[in-house]
């Protein structure tokens, strides 16, 4: 099986890619990095090439494989798209810590993946956010 991890540039994406990690390791899966792009263009194969960097400072270089879609106005959408054609037997998410509201609902673009992907997902946060 595979875990999948939703990639983001951020705090959250990287305490996300590292609960994956550990996920992928401790049920011996391979790991699979999503990543949504807004273009095909030139720009898109530099985004892509800074997402095999940035997982590689985690990941290693072994054990992984990253997979994209251009969204099309629907980011969400198409992320929910690529994490049901993985094959994924769950879904690693990063989250932003919350105000005392933001505790008791999901972001909304978030709350969404959570309902439509059909695999588990497991929401983490940066632990510097705790």
């Known amino acids: 099986m595979t875990v999948a991890v939703v990639h983001a540039d951020s705090p959250e994406g990287r305490a996300a890619l590292v609960a994956a990690v550990d996920e ?46 251009v969204h099309d106005g629907d980011a969400v959408g198409t992320l929910v798209g690529l994490a049901t054609d993985s094959g994924a037997a769950r879904v690693v998410v990063g989250s932003r810590g919350r105000n005392a509201l933001g505790k008791f609902l999901l972001e909304r673009p978030l709350q969404r993946l959570v309902i439509e992907v059909p695999v588990p997902v497991l929401v983490v946060k940066d632990p510097d956010e705790r």
């Open 24 to 69: 992928a390791h401790r049920h011996h899966e391979d790991l699979l990095v999503l990543h949504v792009l807004d273009d095909d263009g030139a720009a898109a194969e530099a985004e892509v090439e800074s997402v095999r960097t940035a997982v590689r400072r985690i990941a290693g270089d072994d054990g992984w494989q990253v997979r994209t879609a």
